[in-house]
């Protein structure tokens, strides 16, 4: 047996960072990855598929592929968007202790699961795998840099390497990883999360969306600020209102704002309170101002 040390899982990755060459230390995913807005017909009815590839690895618990994809996103920053390591490179990336051979079959598996979704492309480089990432939104088109087109595809929103060095791709589990996600895509500075409601847009299940924030708070990553009162016609509520509590992500989390965003923070009242329904209804005129958007279930 060999006494020759093993670079471990924290030194691989920050390895794999480095060659990377990434100088806002940030890597962008396209929204579509997370959600998408395709028109399909079923059963003669159009409807909004809104699904991103993420949900399917979330519904069928592939945390190490996720893990894995999230880690080629981040080292192919140019060229051919491909990346060629031994299989027990990805193994260390990943945490797993196997011997070469079982890290080999286990990270094939891995890579199996992300072609089926064409998100990456894989062949043969001796006894090296190149991996090539394609699109995010699981068309199997070539990767293209989503900075150099504005159209709605393109949208994006930036993962930071802290996720990796700041040790959270091993603290959070799948569903708080999956909401983070979720959430800097939205790339506001508040927003609400309602369990149903992000189901239905991101294709979790309400308890996968339950506990994914209830980690994230615990963790001190995102952060309860305060209430608005918002239209809900569907509510069984007899004043026709909802409480939505809003939430904020914190820092290195906190650096997706769209420039729509950027312009109504800044705009923003700094001494807007919290309210509840309470407020709303005995409130005198112009304290609490009626939401001009319609609330969703």
Known sequence: MSDQPTLGQTETIAELLRLSRRSSE??????????????VVDNGRQTTNTRG?????VRTSQTSALDLLLLVYAVTSGGDYGTTHY????????????????????????WRQLEDLRLIERANDGRRAKVTKLLEDGSGQPYTNP?????????YFKLPYAYWTDGWHTRLALPAKALLLAGMSRRKHEF??????????YGFSPATVARGRKQLVGEGLLIPTRCTLEVNLHSPDMTGLETRQQYTFAA??????SIDEEKALAARPADETTVTPEDFLFAQPGRISMPTRKATA
């Open 252 to 257: 290195p989390f906190d650096l997706n704002l």
């Open 147 to 155: 900075g150099g087109d504005t159209g709605l595809r393109n949208i």
């Open 87 to 110: 299989a027990t490179t990805w193994s260390r990336a990943l945490g797993k202790s196997f011997v070469a051979k079982g890290a080999a079959a286990q990270v094939s598996r891995l």
């Open 26 to 39: 940030a890597v962008p995913i396209r929204r579509y990855f997370v959600q998408q807005d395709d028109r």
């Open 192 to 201: 609400a999360i309602s369990d149903r409601s992000f189901a239905r847009w």
């Open 53 to 57: 590839p993420l949900a399917s690895l």
